[in-house]
């Protein structure tokens, strides 16, 4: 049951006599053309998600043949306080990374917008954002070195003193927070920047002219009008931020004492160090599931799919 | 340029300003104190920790990690000095990035193509799926996609490390398909009128159109490309086969024990930088639009 190309652009109907063999070949080529990637989709995205599920409720070390062991994983996982306080931990970092990167990137969107719409402006606040997490993670990890870095020279001459911002258990966490945020910063500004775009602008005239501060502006027009871009930046800075590896991986490796142990470089040890496939994948399925009631519960909260311009 | 506020508050203005190029500076200082470090003498770091400029400015760590120094080198001798042979690492991105960029555009733009302008049946339904994946979390994925890749005897091979990223990300596809459907069908539906076959039309026609998505979403990837890390770390650690970001990673936790080599290392983050610094300054307005397109859909 070949659906007509009619509105659809190319104009099968050009072609009447052979109409019936043109359809079906239009369809064919369609499918050859989509054929590389639904390879691409099934191979590396549906299968392994299924097969993620399936190895979750199996005893696996990579050597011997997997075993059923049904809920066992899961059971595991509800006795495993390293599980839970690495959520917690996760659920820290994703607080003390998440709202700085939105005030700042709201905040600096706001000045690019009425200060200077240079490209050149922009495109400096993006380079942290363009450079490799591994990357990042050496410049911070460097510029904070407690003994020879520059941060800690600067913050010498105003008598502070040296602070192991990495190797410290109280402070190593909000420090890889901070990093994220130096890196993301410029990326959601420039989020935030393209939503103000958006607002029209006889709005902040209308309210000029009622007498409204810039400051009255902001809370009453900006904010409300730029809640589809909020949510947006919201929901997709969650998930990344929830799956944090990388700067942890180059820098404090889980340490010090578990104190940036998330629930990524977790599952991680448990595949990789442990050989631990089965609960591995049973965590990072409850990851998943999580993942989504948090992103379904803000979509909800912030109304993402409405606006309030129409 | 809101020209109301900004002409009424010049002191508004200067102060936001200030507050601007003060937060440019914080986005750029961490990288000039790499680019300082990597230009300074490795005996000169114990003095010269909150200095600007380098000090007994040098170009040996570039050529030291790059392979390039004289092996007769006494500086070489010296303690504390990582080994890393980080132009194989270089050449090793470059390959694992073409790897990728290639055949995804090619791929992302045949399907993109099928999605905005034919019609067949399931395509909503299909286009639906691709984007769901974009909600399938990395960390699901990484383990069944190892065992995949170990199963076909991939580890340590360029194969296993493009593999995932090579048939098709679901961004790429969704990008090509708004641009393409961005634009009026009607050279196509002119030369199709003409006799021409869907081949042709793609090739002929909707290639030539859109070079310029094509270059944006090219510049994009290789970006994205060749600052992985995860993946390229979970496949391929051997020397041989390892990305610029691996090999940074290793660089650094061989030096675990005693002070990591800071002037080799921040020569390494130096030269992983410039091909992104590059892009940016011949390509940077397009860079900047399309990344704010991206997230702004």
Known sequence: MAIPLSEATLPVR???????????????????????????????????????????????????????????????????KNFWSSMWITLLYVLYNIPPQLVFGIVLAVLLQRISKSVTFRSLFLVPYLLSNVIVAMLWFWTLDPILGFGNAVLGWFGVPRIAFFNDQNLALVTIAAVNTWRHTGFTALLFYTGLQNIPHDVYEAARIEGASPMRQFWSITLPLLRPTIAFVLVTSVIGSFQIFDTIAVTTMGGPANATQTIVWYVYQNAFSSSRMGYASAMSVVLFLFLIVISLIQMRVLRAGESDLK | MNTAETSSNPWGHRIGMAVLIILAIVSLLPIWIAVKTAFTDTGAIYTSASSLL??????????????????????????????????????????????????????????????????FPGRNFIFFLFITATMIPGAVLFIPNFILMKELGWLNTFQGMAAPYALMTPFSIFFLRQMFL????????????????????????????????????????????????????????????????????????????????????????????????????????KVVESIQFSGGK
């Open chain 1, 14 to 80: 050009a072609a009447a006599g052979s109409r019936r063999w043109q359809i079906d070949k239009t369809a064919l080529t369609a499918y050859a053309f989509i054929a590389p990637a639904v390879f691409g989709f099934l191979i590396f995205y549906l299968v392994p998600t299924f097969r993620a599920i399936y190895i979750s409720f199996t005893d696996w070390n990579l050597m011997r043949v997997p075993k059923m062991v049904g809920l066992a994983n899961y059971d595991r996982l509800l006795h495993d």
């Open chain 2, 54 to 119: 380098p000090k007994d400015a040098t170009l040996f760590n570039f050529q030291r990690v790059l392979g390039l120094a004289n092996p007769a080198d006494p500086r070489l001798a010296k303690s504390g000095l990582g080994k890393i042979d980080f132009l194989r690492a270089l050449l090793n991105s470059v390959i694992f990035t073409a790897m990728v960029v290639i055949p995804q555009i090619l791929f992302s733009s045949m399907a993109a193509f099928a999605f905005a302008r034919l019609k």
């Open chain 2, 182 to 285: 961005g634009t009026p069908a009607e050279l196509e539906e002119a030369a199709y009128i003409d006799g021409a076959g869907i081949m042709t039309i793609f090739f002929k026609i909707m290639l030539p159109l859109h070079t310029g998505s094509l270059a944006t979403l090219t510049i994009l990837t290789s970006i994205a490309m060749w600052n992985e890390f995860f993946w390229p770390f979970l496949i391929g650690r051997n020397p041989a086969v390892q990305v610029m970001a691996v090999a940074i990673n290793s660089f650094r936790t061989q030096s675990a024990a005693g002070t990591p080599d800071w002037t080799g290392l921040m020569a390494c983050t130096v030269l992983g930088i410039i091909p992104v610094a590059l892009l940016l300054i011949f390509f940077g307005r």
